[in-house]
């Protein structure tokens, strides 16, 4: 049987540098993101990761998907570091990512799309441009 | 400045050049090789790989090119007709005319053929070279059967060639055992059971008086008036030295043969040397490589330096593997009952023959005969060189052990030891590669010193001496676990338990370095986990993402759901439970290979209502998820089984929830079964209890899955108290020892000791932890609770399944199809 389009359109995930944010959009409270992992959130159709970097004290935002395999997942990643470098493992196959950069730490396979993430009065911000 | 020519470019001339030029330059010495063949040097030991790969430039000892940047000038094709001792030159067919200072004769042999009617016909070949085979090759597309003569090592090689070409092969011996100069009536015996299995058809004791046929081979015609119809014939008789430009310049030459030659190598001509098939030392031709090299090296020795060492024969020891059937003679093989005792064991089921020969006194190993296992030649071949003591029973060398105390083979080799017999390199050579240049793997072992790179036979040596050396440079090669904790896993798991450390990011601050990553995090979970068996979703972020969410990950981004159902047996009413909650989820259902009920398709944020249900059902998780006891299967044992010795499925229940939810550095799986007809195939698993007449009998270390390995039995005819007892500790030593991810049988492959080993800390208590490893055990099965359990009836833990922190919603992208009336996920992108 085929199934091969059961899924044929994905959101298009475009990394948000600080100084192009239109709009910050009001995710959450810091206490629904678990210590030093990642919650999902849905902002106009777009599934983006949120981690709690409890450990180094910062916050970063990626797409939640993995440009891999293609699965909404990098939220449930583990979180961790690549000598200084903060990272990102997919649970599916452990690919990882730069959560500074977006970028593929295992080969050259697609890079993530990254957003800015603000803290302010325990309400966490994720910047976009529309 | 010298002038080196040397006749003949095989592999020893090969190897006098490459020898030469590690220690002179070509201002110091010039050489000038002349080749009669096309093709520079190439490996005739592996001649006949080039049936089946067909590249002649995979068997050259280095390209054209090697010659060049060496500076040594190879000329082939060529032909030396004659040499001039008085003007000290050579002539050439082309009339060419070279002096020298020195003359090295690597001239060989060829091949010996027998002075039977009728081989001068065409169809009929020798076995040497490549332009033999190609013409082999050739004919044989016309050709439908073969045969041999000559049943030696050479022959049997040439057997496998023709074989392999799809010929109907025949080997025709004269003597009345193949391969005589290596092996004995009993060897033979075998080796010619195991050949006529592969298809070879041999002929032993064996005259040959004619070969007939109009213009090419048709028949052979035996001495007792037997024929055998073939369309071709290879002979390989034997070798002839090639020793006629020594014998027309008036070197001294062996009545059957070979240039004579004193320990130095050099004939009646102190400027001529004779090196390799066509040196006759001793009275003795040397048709194997190793000498040969052994004799470039002598006569490069006495070019560059002084002392000057001597070539002091040569041990025959031989292994090789024929058509897939290892044979191996080393030391005193034959000449036997006048000397010693021999041992033998003979297994003709497995294609086994082993014999050793022992001293009189039983104190040295003279030689013997391996075939069809020769695994322990090296050890053997070493301890017959070097005249080790022999183990109190020496049967146990061919045996193995049986419960008697190891070898320390490596260790009792003496330092001058010829470990590689290819390169001569001993012992010591390899020990000071490791000590003095710094080598600490193979490769780089090799690359240093050369041992293991001829025929490869003592890399498992070499690899041995290297890690004992390490070892006693204090330089264990420690698998730590990533960058983040310079510590294996077992050093870790102590660390934890003595300083009873909690949490992962205290072990972090105080252990390690930088902030985790996705090795280290399941590794300490995994630890913590054994150690202190608190929830698992205490600490959800360093879990493994099928442990986080207390459910399998499949495609797409949904979870499956497996029951625990010990021993597989369960009610009809639990049966409907599960089919009523498949229904109302919409859950793809399969019974699995572990006698349980997977459930498909179960999104995130349905799972703690999913698992409710079942809870209340009286379910608990199966830990399908978890690096942890998957499931102990079961066959139907006493209870209903006209087989059955006792009841496996109560057992098989006991054990299985005796060690639920235990995590562990793999996952686990156990078998009971009741009889020894197996049905629960306890053998495939990491532990197996099979009933007897007596009791049970406990396997460990089995595998399933990508490399399969049989269970092995640790203990045999025990109670049930008994096996648990042992189980326990079993379980627990291995959780504490293992590196992480490691299953049961990759862990005890690694295991120093081995079953051994094994048996001794388990069964014997030989470490006395016996009490604390079963007291850990009981500590983990006492603090056991349902983790499904836990989530339901805890609102806050929830709250962690759910898809999107800021909104209710299902993931939207999640897709699934349908096939066989039931769903099933996208498919991979």
């Given amino acids: 049987m085929e199934n091969n389009n059961l899924i044929d359109t994905y959101p298009q995930y475009e990394t948000v540098h600080p100084e192009d944010v239109k709009v910050w959009f009001r995710a959450a409270h810091v206490d629904d993101f678990p210590k030093n992992g990642g919650g999902c959130i849905l902002y106009k159709g777009l599934q983006v990761a949120v981690f709690n970097f409890t450990r180094r004290n910062e916050w970063f935002a990626t797409q939640n998907l993995c440009p891999h395999k293609k699965q909404m997942i ?20 452990k690919k990882t990512f730069s959560l500074q950069s977006g970028e593929n730490l295992n080969d050259s396979l697609c890079q993530l799309a990254t957003y800015p993430v603000k803290v302010e009065n325990d309400t966490v911000y994720v910047g976009f441009k529309f | 400045m010298k002038k080196v020519v040397i006749i003949g470019n095989g592999m020893v001339g090969y190897k006098f050049c490459e020898k030469l030029r590690t220690v002179a330059t070509a201002e110091q010495i010039q050489v000038v090789v002349y080749g009669e063949e096309v093709l520079p040097a190439y490996d005739r030991v592996h001649l006949c790989e080039y049936f089946t790969n067909g590249s002649a430039d995979d068997l050259l000892m280095a390209p054209t090119s090697w010659y060049a940047e060496n500076q040594i000038e190879l000329i082939t094709g060529e032909l030396v007709t004659s040499i001039n001792r008085e003007e000290k030159t050579i002539s050439t067919h082309k009339n060419n005319v070279e002096n020298y200072d020195y003359l090295i004769l690597a001239t060989g042999s060829r091949p010996l053929v027998p002075p039977i009617e009728g081989v001068d016909r065409n169809g009929v070949f020798v076995y040497r070279t490549i332009e033999d085979l190609d013409n082999i090759i050739d004919y044989a597309k016309n050709a439908t059967s073969a045969a041999v003569l000559g049943g030696g090592l050479l022959g049997l090689e040439a057997a496998k060639a023709l074989i392999d070409l799809e010929l109907d092969t025949h080997v025709i011996e004269f003597s009345d055992r193949l391969m005589p100069r290596q092996l004995d009536e009993a060897g033979s015996d075998l080796l010619k059971y195991s050949l006529e299995q592969l298809g070879l058809k041999i002929h032993l004791g064996i005259n040959t008086r004619s070969i007939q046929g109009n213009g090419k081979p048709e028949s052979f015609l035996f001495q007792d008036g037997e024929q055998l119809k073939a369309d071709m014939l290879v002979i390989s008789c034997g070798i002839v030295p090639r020793d006629e430009l020594a014998r027309e310049c008036g070197l001294e030459v062996g009545t059957r043969g070979g240039v004579v030659v004193n320990d130095l190598m050099q004939t009646n001509d102190a400027h001529i040397f004779a090196i390799g098939e066509v040196a006759l030392h001793n009275g003795m031709i040397y048709g194997l490589v190793a000498p040969g090299y052994e004799m470039a090296d002598v006569v490069v020795n006495q070019l560059t330096s002084t002392p000057e060492k001597l070539f002091a024969g040569f041990d025959m020891s031989t292994k090789l593997k024929l058509i897939g059937i290892e044979v191996a003679s080393f030391g005193n093989a034959l000449d036997l009952e ?75 080799l003496p330092d001058d030891a010829q470990v590689c017999s290819c390169e001569n390199v001993t012992k010591a050579d390899i020990v000071t590669s490791v000590k003095e240049k710094g080598c600490e793997d193979l490769a780089s072992v090799k690359g240093c010193c050369k041992a293991g790179t001829g025929c490869g036979a003592c890399t498992p040596m070499v690899n041995d001496i290297l890690q004992q050396t390490l070892l006693s440079l204090g330089k264990r090669v420690r698998n730590v676990i990533c960058e983040h904790f310079d510590y294996t896993r077992q050093e870790l798991f102590d660390l934890v338990k003595i300083k009873n450390i909690k949490s992962y990011d205290e072990l972090l601050d105080q252990f390690g370095a930088g902030d985790g990553c996705e090795i280290c995090k399941p590794a300490v979970a995994s630890i913590m986990a054994s150690i202190f068996n608190e929830l698992i979703v205490k600490q959800d972020t360093i879990q493994d993402t099928n442990d986080r969410y207390l459910a399998n990950i499949q495609k797409g981004g949904s979870y499956s759901v497996v029951p625990r159902i010990p021993g597989g047996e369960i009610t009809p009413e639990k049966l409907i439970v599960i089919g009523q909650v498949a229904q109302k989820y919409g859950l793809y259902t399969k019974i699995t290979g572990g006698q349980r009920i997977d459930l498909f398709g179960a999104r995130l ?105 049989h269970a092995q039995l640790l203990a045999g005819d025990i109670d049930k108290k008994t096996c648990v007892k042992y189980l326990d500790r079993f379980l627990m030593f291995y959780i504490r020892t293992a590196e992480p991810l490691n299953r049961t049988a990759t862990w005890l492959n690694k295991l120093d000791g081995g079953l051994e080993y094994l048996y001794d800390v388990v069964v014997n208590d030989c470490l006395g932890i016996g009490d604390e490893l079963e007291k850990e055990m009981q500590g983990v099965i006492d603090t056991y609770s349902c983790e499904w359990k836990e989530v339901v009836d805890n609102e806050h833990l929830q709250a962690k399944f759910r898809h999107f922190v800021n909104s209710e919603e299902h993931d939207p992208q999640q897709a699934f199809g349908d096939m066989r009336g039931q769903k099933l996920p996208a498919n991979w992108a």
């Fill in chain 2, 605 to 709: 944020n349905d799972l703690p209502k999913i698992w409710g249900e079942l809870v209340k059902a009286g379910f608990e998780s199966g830990h399908a998820y978890g690096k942890s006891l998957r499931t102990v299967k079961s066959c139907v044992g006493s209870t209903w089984c006209r087989y059955g010795l006792h009841d496996s499925v109560s057992f098989a229940i006991e054990v299985e929830e005796r060690y639920r939810g235990l995590r562990s550095p793999h996952k686990l799986k156990g078998g009971v079964s009741g009889c020894r007809r197996e049905c629960a195939e306890a053998q495939s698993k990491d532990f197996g209890i099979i009933a007897t007449e007596k009791g049970w009998n406990l396997y460990v270390c089995g595998n399933g899955g990508a490399n399969p390995q």
């Fill in chain 2, 338 to 412: 006048k000397i010693g005792t021999p041992i033998t064991y003979k297994n003709l089921k497995q294609g086994i023959y082993k014999r050793i020969n022992i001293s009189k006194d039983g104190s040295q190993l003279l030689g013997g005969i391996l075939v069809g296992d020769s695994k322990d030649y090296n050890m053997l071949m070493q301890m017959s060189q070097n005249g080790m003591a022999l183990p109190p029973n020496a049967e146990d060398l061919i045996l193995g052990a049986r419960g008697g105390e190891g070898m320390d083979m490596v260790g009792s």
């Fill in chain 1, 74 to 93: 990098l939220s449930r990643g583990m979180i961790g570091t690549e000598g200084d470098e903060p990272k990102v493992a997919c649970p599916y196959h």
